[in-house]
């Protein structure tokens, strides 16, 4: 005897691309943020004079590796 049916599969939802899509567009907002972010602090950086990165162990050359230090891994 076979027996049948009628519920979907399972896993199934109409609110799934709803969902990626709120994901995705959050973690994107999020990116741009975190962009922002780094970019006002590498001004901040650069706005100081030689002897002020000096005392924060920066030199002018490397402000921006200094900011992406956790991307760049050094």
Known sequence: MAHTTTQPSVGFS??????????????????IAEANSRQDQIKYLQ??????????????ERIVYHVFADRFGV
């Open 14 to 31: 109409i609110a799934r691309p709803f969902v990626a899509f709120a994901h995705h567009f959050g973690a994107w907002i999020e990116r």
């Open 47 to 60: 706005a100081l004079n030689d002897e002020q990165l000096a005392k924060l162990g920066i030199k002018r």
